[in-house]
């Protein structure tokens, strides 16, 4: 389950099972989203991205949704692995922005049970 | 791909010491190539813009005579942190876009651990 508190929150999952992390970001106006994920020590890796005028991208073993209405952005991640266990930022930023606009969320680390 | 490479990965070092970070997209040219720092458990926060051939852009609060950019070409950027002190310890974490477009993802280096003693 989630917990959120003076940590990153944390989902942790059993292997094997879809994983769905969420992201509520902050501007409205926000027209382009990215999720990374980042392993312990690393820089973030780009995972998929999605435009505001899409509401559903599929990658290999990853979907994500977006829900303008409610400025909710999500992750699934299928059949999740061990080697999934990291943490996952969403990103926004604007139409026509700079490219330093990009904006960070706070992160959910994704712990997989074996 | 695009990779971006980052170096050194760890640096541990006295206070008063300035330490240069360096960062190369290996299979791409960047004009634009940004610097972040980050903190245990929290995301990233963005510290400047470096662009090349100009003078970087730094974010509110950023000293720019304390982290200074250097872009000297299409596949280099440096940040270096001078009279480091402890409270500059952190992760420091560049990235670099192929085209600069607002609706490209910026891909990250694997971030320099910096530990000042």
């Known amino acids: 389950g989630e917990s959120v508190g003076l940590h990153l929150p944390t989902l942790s999952v059993q292997e094997g099972d879809n994983s769905i992390i969420n992201c509520a970001y902050s501007n409205s106006a926000s027209d382009y989203f990215i999720w990374y994920k980042q392993e312990s020590g690393k820089g973030p890796q780009f995972i998929i991205d999605?435009?505001?005028?899409?509401d559903k991208r599929q990658g290999q073993r990853v979907t994500v949704l977006l829900n303008k209405t409610v400025k909710h952005l999500s992750l699934q991640i299928a059949a999740t692995q061990p080697g999934d266990s990291a943490v996952y930022f969403c990103a926004e930023t604007l139409y026509g922005g700079s490219q330093g606009n990009l904006i960070f969320g706070k992160g959910t680390k994704l712990s997989v049970k074996p | 791909g695009a990779v971006v490479s980052q170096h050194p990965s760890r640096v541990i070092c006295k206070s008063g010491t300035s330490v240069k970070i360096e960062c190369r997209s290996l299979d791409f040219q960047a004009t634009t190539m940004f610097w972040y720092r980050q903190f245990p458990k929290q995301s990233l926060m963005l510290m400047a813009t470096?662009?090349?051939?100009?003078?970087?852009?730094?974010e509110q609060g950023v000293e720019k005579d304390k982290f200074l950019i250097n872009h000297a070409s299409l596949t280099l950027s440096t940040l270096t942190v001078t009279s480091a002190h402890p409270e500059d310890s952190s992760f420091y974490i560049c990235?670099?876009?192929?085209?600069?477009?607002?609706?490209?993802?910026?891909?990250f280096g694997d971030g320099t651990r910096l530990s000042i003693l």
């Open positions: 990235s670099a876009s192929k085209t600069g477009a607002w609706d490209q993802p910026q891909h």
């Open positions: 470096s662009n090349e051939g100009s003078k970087a852009t730094y």
């Open positions: 999605i435009r505001s005028n899409m």
